[in-house]
């Protein structure tokens, strides 16, 4: 059984930093593709950063860009996503996720198989 859980979510001001972690188990994760999505208050879920199976490529969408990191550990099955120059329109869960496929566009929520339960972050002004 798939199990991805995300942490490090909490509550930091703006300008703040933190890290947040989603640890994979049940099933090998070194050959697929990770991501992270958001999901603000009465907002939809939405595509935040990508890492490749192999590490080599990421991607961002273009508000986080310069801000956050995204990284993975293959000897702990963990993605994680580091977070810098937070800002309060940052507020949102955040959930990982894991594409085994890769046959679909990346920021396309139904390119992912698995998800996490989600971890809160929320930035104050």
């Known amino acids: 059984q798939v199990r991805l859980v995300e942490s490090g979510g909490g509550l930091v001001q703006a300008g703040g930093s933190l890290r947040l972690s989603c640890a994979a188990s049940?099933?090998?994760?070194?050959?697929?593709?990770m991501g992270w999505f958001r999901q603000g208050p009465g907002k939809e879920r939405d595509f935040v950063a990508r890492?490749?199976?192999?590490?080599?490529?990421?991607y961002y969408t273009d508000s986080v860009k310069g801000r956050f990191t995204i990284s993975r550990d293959y000897a702990k099955n963990t993605v994680y996503l580091q977070m810098n120059s937070l800002k309060p329109e940052d507020t949102a869960v955040y959930y990982c996720?894991?594409?085994?496929?890769?046959?679909?566009?990346?920021?396309?929520?139904?390119?992912?198989?698995?998800w996490g339960q989600g971890t809160q972050v929320t930035v104050s002004s």
């Open positions: 996720a894991v594409d085994f496929a890769g046959s679909r566009p990346f920021t396309d929520q139904k390119a992912y198989d698995y």
């Open positions: 049940g099933r090998t994760f070194g050959t697929s593709a």
């Open positions: 890492i490749s199976w192999s590490g080599g490529t990421t």
